[in-house]
């Protein structure tokens, strides 16, 4: 009887360590948030906002600050920064650049610890 109810604790054991892997226990996914708005008035020269990021109402600091953002037109990068420890960025825009739709994206990090910042995107017309 002994044999079997250790057999039966230690396939438990194991199955308990290997699902807590598979679902990826103890990470900690934080949602991203992009503010973005043209500088430099018309036509606009540049883009500047800011990145936040909170989890469970508390703001992250690893997921604001060195923040790669890119900013893209028609699917062409035109621009990058990284964002300074409030979050902020700047992206300069060529003033002679064409007027429409650009997308500024804060880049998925994996900061050290049991956090993953999540991608973040804002749309802006120019």
């Known amino acids: ?43 606009a020269t540049g883009i500047k906002g800011k990145v936040k990021a909170r989890r469970h109402g508390h703001t992250v600091k690893k997921c604001i600050k060195k923040r790669k953002v890119v900013v893209k037109h028609a699917g062409t990068k ?23 739709k650009y997308t500024v994206i804060a880049k998925k990090k994996n900061p050290k610890g049991p956090i993953v910042c999540k991608k973040g995107k804002k749309s802006i017309t120019l």
């Open 1 to 43: 009887m002994k044999k079997w109810s250790m057999l039966v604790v230690a396939v438990l054991a194991v199955g308990g360590i290997g699902a807590g892997v598979a679902t990826g226990a103890g990470v900690q996914k934080v949602k991203t948030k992009v503010t973005a708005k043209a500088t430099g008035g018309d036509p």
């Open 78 to 100: 035109v621009g990058a920064d990284t964002t300074d420890k409030k979050g902020k960025y700047a992206v300069p825009v060529d003033a002679y650049s064409e007027p429409g």
